[in-house]
């Protein structure tokens, strides 16, 4: 009886894979939905098999599926040598209203202005030595790149001693 029960099983499966959809396949139409590493909603054309009698569409009907955008931005105190950031806002005016507001904060007030931004991604601050002076040299970019970008920035700009000040931080959706 255990025979037959894994035997019967055994099929159901084969049989839940037997169209090659990958996805969500729709019997009434014969078409396989598929969301690709885009966020795109991506329909096709299974060919009929047996126990498959729908007409196939004609066409490959792409639907794009929007992504809503998650602002950040950095903002810098000349003066004080303060930098601060914020994330996660809904539009770039919140983003860098709030980085000016949290960098004025941390610096006693001193006047802040907006340095960088970002739009469903990265931010990241590196600092190193000119001489006897600090520098800071920011970056934004994809997720996992920005910290090596800042101090490649870094170096760029003629400093030494250049390490991670403020780590990634991310704005994603």
Not at 24 to 39: A, H, L, N, V
Not at 95 to 124: D, F, H, M, Y
């Amino acid at each position: 009886m255990k025979k037959l029960f894994f035997i019967l099983l055994g099929l159901a499966s084969f049989n839940a894979y037997a169209n090659g959809c990958g996805g969500e396949y729709q019997p009434s139409t014969g078409t396989c939905r598929i969301i690709d590493g885009s966020g795109r909603e991506i329909l096709y054309n299974i060919p009929p098999q047996s126990g498959n009698t729908a007409p196939p569409p004609k066409k490959i009907i792409y639907h794009d599926v929007v992504i809503p955008p998650k602002f950040g931005a950095l903002a810098y105190s000349q003066k004080a040598g303060h930098i601060a950031g914020s994330l996660n806002h809904d539009s770039l005016a919140e983003a860098q209203r709030e980085a000016v507001k949290r960098c004025q904060q941390g610096s006693r007030n001193t006047p802040c202005k907006p340095t960088k931004w970002i739009r469903n991604g990265c931010l990241a601050v590196a600092q190193g030595k000119i001489k006897n002076k600090f520098v800071l040299a920011e970056a934004g970019g994809t997720q996992g790149t920005v910290e090596q970008l800042a101090l490649q920035n870094c170096r760029a700009r003629g400093a030494t001693e250049c390490k991670i000040l403020m780590s990634e931080g991310c704005s994603l959706p």
